[in-house]
């Protein structure tokens, strides 16, 4: 695959999309997952404020009297408690145990009048956002460019009169950073995920690929073969009429022999070309098959019957065994025809002289078994599934008497798949082959 320009390019191409596209998911995904992981951590910290405000609201307010003004005992459950402005140190908010919770990001409290005037704080608040000030939720920054989170309630009097507010904030430097490990862990775990997914792709392309290249290869074998087979009696066309033509004072008999060489390279030409036709049209299933009631044992004895003579010219002894009477199957009886000759002319052209062709017909449950063995040259094992492939032979030399382009036993194999039946070898190289072909009895 690796030879092959066009090949390669497609599977770059095939892998530059496929990261693309998977790049572009995990992308979105990415995007979605931070801010949904924003989302949910800014809620779990408004939750925690607003659970604060709750608590100290509900513990505060009883103790409320005037408004605008703090009872002491608010010192109890606020210890950092500043009044009136004055300067106090800041207070450890895990040290405010309203809720019996440690709060480790800093804290503040803020307590207004109703006019937003600041009472006392714990801690130090950012300034007020006056623009803001009716809002419950507020996002506040301080003089440095912190950012803090804030949430403010009512207080209403133990007489039930509005007292003023209750604010607390907390400092989103923690949700901040957490973002920022996020952002981190986003920008480098995406490349990281795009370089696999790269290589991913380009191993994926491959595989798929592969399938396509094997056909093209295929394809480009059958091209060479073809071109091969045919090229074979056109150069012996080619040469015996170069030969006739210079030729000088050409005699009646040299004339008719030139005719019958060129006949019989014709011939050859023709019937390859039949078989490719035929074999293609069976590939594009457009060969009209019929459906008609065949008799195995007539076709079979009609066989044997034609080709008598073929086997006492090449020495080889031809015989039937019908085991099994009056079996039919529903096929073409052209092409099953074609299908056990191919199979017969095999049997006794790689048959040495002196040999024997068994032909057999048996029955299985429903199935006809057809048997071709003979006592020839025999198969290596490695060889055994390739002889069904176009073109392919054994012996490669393609200029040698016996068999033909080697497509007789595609054909073989291509009318079977069309009768829904099988066709086996087996084979013992140097001592004979059986051909074992099954096909479906009529119901
Ligand atoms: P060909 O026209 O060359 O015979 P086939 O497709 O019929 O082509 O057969 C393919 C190859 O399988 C043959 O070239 C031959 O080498 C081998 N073969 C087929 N049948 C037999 C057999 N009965 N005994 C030995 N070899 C066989």
Known sequence: MHQNRLFNRTRLQLAAWYAGVMGAILGVCGVAVYLHLAETHFEAIAGEIQTLVGSLHDSIEPMLEKPGELHPRVRQILPGLCVGGQLCRPVKTSHIHVLGADYQDPYYVRFTNLSFQTL??????????????????????????????????????????????????????????????????????????????????????????????????????????????????????QATVETTLGTENLNLIEAQTTLQTITRQNQRLAQIVQDL????????????????????????????????????????????????????????????????????????????????????????????????????????????TRIFDRFYRVNQDRSRQTGGAGLGLAIAQAIVELHKGSLKVQSQFGKGSIFTLRLPLKT
């Open 120 to 237: 006392a704080t714990v801690n130090t608040p950012p300034p007020a956002d006056s623009a803001a000030q009716g809002k419950n939720w507020q996002i506040l920054t301080d003089e440095k460019g912190r950012r803090y989170h804030q949430f403010s309630m009512v207080l209403t009097t133990s007489a039930g009169q509005p007292w003023g507010y209750i604010q607390v904030g907390r400092s989103l430097s923690g949700y901040q950073r957490y973002l920022a490990s996020l952002k981190v862990f986003l920008l480098i775990g995406l490349p990281i995920a795009m370089v696999s997914i790269g290589g991913a792709s380009w191993w994926l392309a491959g595989l798929a690929m592969q399938p396509v290249y094997n056909s093209y290869r295929q394809i480009q074998q059958f091209t060479a073969d073809a071109a091969h087979e045919l090229r074979t009696p056109l150069a012996a066309i």
């Open 277 to 384: 036709l035929m074999l293609s049209r069976m590939d594009l299933k457009v060969l009209p098959t019929k459906h008609q009631n065949c008799c195995l044992d007539d076709l079979l004895h009609d066989l044997v019957e034609e080709f008598a003579a073929f086997a006492i010219s090449a020495k080889v002894s031809l015989e039937l065994s019908i085991q099994a009477q009056d079996l039919y199957v529903v096929g073409d009886e052209e092409q099953l025809y074609r299908l056990v000759m191919n199979l017969i002319t095999n049997a006794i052209q790689y048959s040495y002289p002196g040999g024997t062709v068994m032909l057999r017909l048996l029955k299985e449950d429903s199935t006809a078994i057809i048997q071709v063995e003979d006592t020839g040259v025999g198969i290596e094992t490695a060889e055994q």
